[in-house]
């Protein structure tokens, strides 16, 4: 299974409300996680099960879809979301990544 | 407190070896699946294995390291390990051990929930 994120890099400012998008190549059904990972830390689950908002993740991140497409959307870009934005398929092994977005300060 | 600390990268000439091992606390190891995942300099992130819960019934390998690393967990010393052999420079990367939300690989999983801070792997000569 392929994961294909789009964009790729997006510039954006505070207060911003962003959208990324996540393609599978066939159907997942609801197994899509997204993660942020910032440079030299570890990278850190924002919604699984394509909607669920993990704990301790702020209300700003939302999830959505099913079947071969997903979207998170940061409703209100805080100075601390800028980061690198991953989607990934739970649905059966190899457990693919999207190659990524990048979210940078405008 | 949750977390996961792994130890044992570092600089390896092609064709070595090294055992990279994640050390677990803060929850029941047992009763969770493991994965190890890399980020190679410049590139994204690559799900590299995972092994289920309790006794590591089923393990999964990503086809780039196949046959040259083996997955293995000892649930009374709460660790994880990832043995690899016959190393290539495009192995290397930073090696993440992350804990799955349930106990099974598949069908079907949640995310990885808990994220150690990564052990760096050189491939050179």
């Known amino acids: 299974i392929q994961m294909t994120q789009s964009p790729s890099s997006l510039s954006a400012s505070v207060g911003d409300r962003v959208t990324i998008s996540c393609r599978a190549s066939?159907?997942?059904?609801?197994?899509l996680n997204w993660y942020q990972h910032k440079p030299g830390k570890a990278p850190n689950l924002l919604i699984y099960?394509?909607?669920a908002l993990e704990s301790g993740v702020p209300s700003g991140f939302s999830g959505s879809g099913f079947g071969t497409n997903f979207t998170l959307t940061i409703s209100s870009l805080q100075p601390d979301d800028f980061a690198t934005y991953y989607c990934?398929?739970?649905?059966?092994?190899?457990?693919?990544f999207g190659q990524g977005t990048r979210l940078e300060i405008k | 407190e949750v977390r996961l600390l792994e130890s044992g990268g570092g600089l390896v000439q092609p064709g070595g070896s090294l055992r990279l091992s994640c050390a677990a606390s803060?929850?029941?190891?047992?009763?969770?699946?493991m994965t190890w995942v890399r980020q190679a300099p410049g590139k994204g992130l690559e799900w590299v294995s995972s092994?289920?819960?309790?006794?590591?019934?089923?393990?999964y390998y990503a086809d780039s390291v196949k046959g040259r690393f083996t997955i293995t967990r000892d649930n009374s010393k709460n660790t994880l390990w990832l043995q690899m052999n016959s190393l290539r420079a495009e192995d290397t990367a930073i090696y993440y051990c992350?804990?799955?939300?349930?106990?099974?690989?598949?069908?079907?999983?949640?995310?990885?929930?808990?994220w150690g801070q990564g052990t760096t792997v050189t491939v050179s000569s």
């Open positions: 803060g929850f029941t190891f047992s009763n969770y699946a």
């Open positions: 092994v289920d819960g309790g006794s590591g019934g089923t393990i």
């Open positions: 992350a804990k799955l939300k349930q106990w099974l690989v598949t069908p079907g999983t949640y995310g990885m929930d808990v």
């Open positions: 099960g394509a909607s």
């Open positions: 990934q398929q739970s649905y059966s092994t190899p457990f693919a």
């Open positions: 066939q159907s997942i059904n609801n197994y």
